[in-house]
């Protein structure tokens, strides 16, 4: 339970899995498309190279302050048709960064199944984030900005925001007017760390984004 104080099941077995990765960025940024993009691609890989380990998705939307309600939207966006059985999708309320619960719900994740059925990778897909919007930083092993073209002069405003906690920057919507002035104000920032660009509607981009956020 998230909100009400209350722990999980004791007995629950639990275990982190290999990989966490943390999808971050502003609202209409496309995360939702993305992170099922990589799901989707993260277990058709597997299969092809004749691998076990599944993936799971936590997304989060955010949580009335009224009527403690959430519209879970990645519930709409998303094409459950396209996405395979072995994809474990849970859409989750939150209250601001209330991450506290998270960690937990990571490793019952990762407890939930052994052998070619665990969960080795899990996708946290966080709320449209802000510029000072940082805590998810601490319950993943690799972040994903993603930002949109337009987004140059909040590149420019924001080095010391949220930007400063990506692992891996993406450009999302790259077929949009202004990719190329996002991605050269995205290099003004990055340093070593890479910029994919993704049509996450597409499917393109994919495969390099998940070769970036699992490495």
């Known amino acids: 339970r998230l909100h009400d104080g209350q722990g999980f ?12 990765v943390g999808i971050t960025g502003s609202p209409g940024a496309g995360k939702s498309t993305l992170v099922a993009q990589l799901a989707s691609e993260f277990s058709r890989r597997n299969k092809a190279e004749g691998r076990g380990g599944r993936c ?10 009224i009527t403690s309600g959430a519209l879970l939207g990645d519930r709409l966006r998303v094409d459950f048709n396209t996405m ?9 309320a939150i209250s601001g960064e ?3 619960a ?3 719900i990571i490793e019952l994740i990762g407890g939930a199944c052994d052998g070619p059925e665990a969960f080795d990778l899990v996708f946290v897909e966080t709320v449209g984030a802000g510029q000072n919007e940082t805590r998810i930083r601490q319950h993943v092993d690799r972040t994903a900005v993603v930002l949109t073209p337009g987004m140059g002069d909040a590149v420019q405003m924001d080095k010391a925001g949220i ?3 990506a692992d891996v920057f993406v450009c999302n ?4 007017p202004g990719e190329s002035d996002l991605v050269r104000d995205l290099r003004d920032v990055a340093g070593k760390r890479p910029i994919i660009e993704t049509i996450a509607t597409k499917g393109q981009g ?3 984004l998940l070769a970036a956020v699992t490495v």
């Open 56 to 65: 799971a998705v936590v997304a989060f939307d955010p949580m009335s302050p």
């Open 84 to 92: 395979g059985d072995s994809i474990y999708y849970r859409s989750l």
């Open 98 to 100: 209330d991450y506290r």
């Open 9 to 20: 099941r004791a007995g629950a077995k639990r275990r982190r899995p290999a990989r966490v």
């Open 206 to 208: 994919i495969e390099e």
């Open 173 to 176: 919507k790259a077929d949009h």
């Open 102 to 104: 998270l960690p937990e």
């Open 163 to 165: 930007l400063e906690i």
